[in-house]
Nanobody, 116 residues
């Protein structure tokens, strides 16, 4: 059974940085898509960044130039480096992976709080 576990969330002041990591276990194969989504209080979950295989990553306009997604296929991990954080980046960040059978998996989320 595939499980995704996120880590790296926390409290940071505006302008600061955090690095999120997500590790998948229970799969002998790598994943087609790896990505990050977030959900702010009272809002719907939204895409932050995704990376399909070795293609160029995609980012939400709100994080372009500040966030960087990277993946390690050998370790089945995906990271999100978040710089110049803003209070509006506050939310629960979820890791998502889709395998080559188009099954998608979600982590339980990690909370990021950016204080002004």
């Amino acid at each position: 059974q595939v499980q995704l576990v996120e880590s790296g969330g926390g409290l940071v002041q505006a302008g600061g940085s955090l690095r999120l990591s997500c590790a998948a276990s229970g799969s002998a194969f790598t994943f087609n898509l790896m990505g990050w989504y977030r959900q702010a209080p009272g809002k719907q979950r939204e895409l932050v960044a995704t990376m399909i295989r070795e293609r160029s990553p995609s980012y939400a306009d709100s994080v372009k130039g500040r966030f960087t997604i990277s993946r390690d296929n050998g370790k089945n991990t995906v990271n999100l480096q978040m710089n110049s954080l803003k209070p509006e980046d506050t939310g629960v960040y979820y890791c998502k992976m889709i395998d080559y059978n188009y099954m998608d998996y979600w982590g339980k989320g990690t909370l990021v709080t950016v204080s002004s």
